[in-house]
């Protein structure tokens, strides 16, 4: 085996580790710290570990997208507590890996409806194989599946917001959404957005880089210049930012494209380093540039030979 390829394999089975096996963490590991910010009177966004949450309060109660892992649970609920005294009603996922699904179990304790995308309900009610990792997930216990789900869109009014879900389809998974808060003009991408670096793409559950550039353009449709945006993952962002995001991405696939019409291996396409000009501003996460071309490239190769 080439060893870059091992090398990033082997990174691969770390980013496995921590985004997709909270219930393997020790029950006495102390959770890390969540930090909340205030968006609006209404809208706040978490920090901790895993994905970002986002979260609606007022007197109808309390909204929160994503909760991170198990171990987390305590930690965000006692955050949610300090800004209202309201119940938690619902939970929206984003989708379905388990650093945003983990803490479903508590969040279902504690009276809420947990809610997504139908493939969302689909992969957390029976096992999953992670190709990119070689890793069977195994399906989550009953009372961590989506009681109500939806496949298209979905629309929420509480705490005087209209919150618009709008599922993207072959993105991040093949079961993401994205929130707008309309009279907030905020918006939650799930994982089609990773602000600041290169984004993980499941494509073992359906993701796919075109999906992931039409998500983002989708999403771009909602948004103007005050619009703030809540990432899955990495710094609260906002249109602009957005907007360079997407041009990365579509570099990515012309660079891909290319070398896949000059008929290269996945070998050669590693070792011709594709990706070292994006490197510098988008490699500075979990995902680095050599794994984006093991994660996307066979794939474009693929659409080539299919002449997509």
């Given at each position: 085996?080439?060893?870059?390829?091992l090398?990033?394999?082997?990174?691969?089975?770390?980013?496995?580790?921590?985004?997709?096996?909270?219930?393997?963490?020790?029950?006495?590991?102390?959770?890390?710290?969540?930090?909340?910010?205030?968006?609006?009177?209404?809208?706040?966004?978490?920090?901790?570990?895993?994905?970002?949450?986002?979260?609606?309060?007022?007197?109808?109660?309390?909204?929160?997208i994503?909760?991170?892992?198990?171990?987390?649970?305590d930690?965000?609920?006692?955050?949610?507590?300090?800004?209202?005294?309201?119940?938690?009603?619902?939970?929206?996922?984003?989708?379905?890996?388990?650093?945003?699904?983990?803490?479903?179990?508590?969040?279902?304790?504690?009276?809420?409806?947990?809610?997504?995308?139908?493939?969302?309900?689909?992969?957390?009610?029976?096992?999953?194989?992670?190709?990119?990792?070689?890793?069977?997930v195994?399906?989550?216990?009953?009372?961590?599946?989506?009681?109500?789900?939806?496949?298209?869109?979905?629309?929420?009014?509480?705490?005087?917001?209209?919150?618009?879900?709008?599922?993207?389809?072959?993105?991040?998974?093949?079961?993401d959404?994205?929130?707008?808060?309309?009279?907030?003009?905020?918006?939650?991408?799930?994982?089609?957005?990773?602000?600041?670096?290169?984004?993980?793409?499941?494509?073992?559950?359906?993701?796919?880089?075109?999906?992931?550039?039409?998500?983002?353009?989708t999403?771009?449709?909602?948004?103007?210049?005050?619009?703030?945006?809540?990432p899955?993952?990495?710094?609260?962002?906002?249109?602009?930012?957005?907007?360079?995001?997407?041009?990365?991405?579509?570099?990515?696939?012309?660079?891909?494209?290319?070398?896949?019409?000059?008929?290269?291996?996945?070998?050669?396409?590693?070792?011709?380093?594709?990706?070292?000009?994006?490197?510098?501003?988008?490699?500075?996460?979990?995902?680095?540039?050599?794994?984006?071309?093991?994660?996307?490239?066979?794939?474009?190769?693929?659409?080539?030979?299919?002449?997509?």
């Amino acid at each position: 085996m080439n060893i870059t390829i091992l090398k990033n394999i082997l990174k691969l089975s770390t980013l496995f580790i921590f985004t997709q096996l909270p219930l393997a963490q020790s029950a006495d590991a102390k959770p890390v710290p969540v930090k909340v910010q205030k968006l609006s009177d209404s809208v706040y966004m978490l920090t901790g570990k895993g994905g970002n949450l986002g979260f609606s309060v007022g007197v109808d109660g309390v909204v929160v997208i994503d909760d991170q892992f198990d171990d987390m649970a305590d930690n965000i609920r006692n955050a949610i507590t300090k800004t209202s005294k309201q119940p938690v009603r619902m939970v929206l996922n984003t989708h379905w890996h388990g650093d945003h699904t983990g803490g479903n179990e508590k969040m279902h304790e504690l009276g809420a409806i947990i809610i997504a995308q139908e493939n969302v309900r689909k992969r957390l009610t029976t096992d999953q194989f992670m190709k990119a990792f070689k890793k069977e997930v195994k399906a989550r216990p009953r009372s961590a599946w989506p009681v109500v789900t939806f496949t298209q869109s979905l629309t929420i009014h509480l705490n005087d917001d209209t919150m618009m879900v709008n599922h993207l389809p072959h993105a991040h998974t093949d079961g993401d959404a994205f929130i707008f808060f309309k009279e907030d003009n905020i918006i939650h991408t799930g994982d089609l957005y990773f602000s600041g670096m290169f984004p993980f793409i499941d494509v073992g559950s359906g993701g796919s880089l075109a999906g992931m550039i039409s998500g983002v353009k989708t999403i771009l449709k909602f948004a103007d210049d005050k619009t703030r945006i809540i990432p899955g993952h990495g710094k609260l962002s906002n249109k602009k930012e957005l907007q360079d995001y997407l041009k990365m991405l579509k570099a990515m696939q012309q660079k891909f494209q290319a070398l896949a019409k000059q008929g290269k291996s996945l070998d050669e396409a590693v070792a011709a380093k594709p990706l070292a000009t994006l490197s510098g501003k988008w490699g500075g996460g979990f995902m680095k540039a050599d794994n984006m071309v093991q994660l996307l490239y066979p794939s474009t190769v693929d659409n080539i030979k299919n002449g997509d």
